[in-house]
């Protein structure tokens, strides 16, 4: 079964500090990974999306992705309390054929204290 | 970015009864659509793949006669919780894909099911 798994939370951090998430991935051949934030009792946001090996920066957002070690991560800079949230590592999956799906982790909540 | 709308937010219902949800693509065309069910402290469990104009796929352990899904149009994909019971209450959720972005899934604002 393909499996992704989160860094166990809750994770807490001071304002203006870095956020550090992971995820890995059991399935090797998954190319498109993201990730979504949902704040609690709503729908997840997607917030980064990574397809290649290296960094990818967004504003405060830095995605980082290792195929080889099969490890997504997700930097958050200069952390501020509207950012407790939990995040969701999901990775893309073949299902089938022509068909793909996402898998998701579990999520770590993260908690931005003011 | 792509808008995705669900209806209804909220239902409360009684046990033994159907309800159904709706899930549109509001400014893109979806030959794609998720289902998706999230309990609470939980992450989201994919339900089924919607496809347009064909039946749904569903993930292992899901009653097909249970949980109903027509995707009749390119933007319209509907859920139909058949003889609804305490145990089916839940945060249920659609989402998207622009075909060819990526295949980017964009989530609707989900609707939360309570059964008596």
């Known amino acids: 079964q393909k499996e992704v798994e989160q860094n166990s939370g809750p994770l807490s951090v001071p304002e203006g500090a870095i956020a550090s998430l992971n995820c890995t991935y059991s399935?090797?051949?998954?190319?498109?990974f993201f990730w979504y934030r949902q704040y609690s009792g709503k729908s997840p946001e997607l917030i980064m999306s990574?397809?290649?090996?290296g960094d990818k920066e967004d504003g405060r957002f830095t995605a980082q992705l290792n195929k080889a070690s099969q490890y997504v991560s997700l930097l958050i800079r200069d952390s501020q309390p509207s950012d407790s949230a939990t995040y969701l590592c999901a990775v893309m999956t073949s299902s089938g054929g022509s068909n793909y799906k996402l898998t998701f982790g579990k999520g770590t909540l993260l908690t931005v204290n003011p | 970015g792509a808008v995705v709308s669900q209806h209804p937010s909220r239902v409360i219902c009684k046990s033994g009864t159907s309800v159904k949800i709706e899930c549109r693509s509001l400014d893109f065309q979806a030959t794609t659509m998720f289902w998706y069910r999230q309990f609470p402290k939980q992450s989201l469990m994919l339900m089924a793949t919607s496809n347009e104009g064909s039946k749904a796929t569903y993930e292992q352990g899901v009653e097909k006669d249970k949980f109903l899904i027509n995707h009749a149009s390119l933007t319209l994909s509907t859920l139909t919780v058949t003889s609804a019971h305490p145990e089916d209450s839940s945060f249920y959720i659609c989402?998207?894909?622009?075909?060819?972005?990526?295949?980017?899934?964009?989530f609707g604002p989900g609707t939360r099911l309570t059964v008596l």
């Open positions: 989402s998207a894909i622009i075909e060819g972005y990526y295949n980017e899934q964009f």
């Open positions: 990574i397809y290649s090996n």
């Open positions: 399935d090797r051949g998954s190319q498109s």
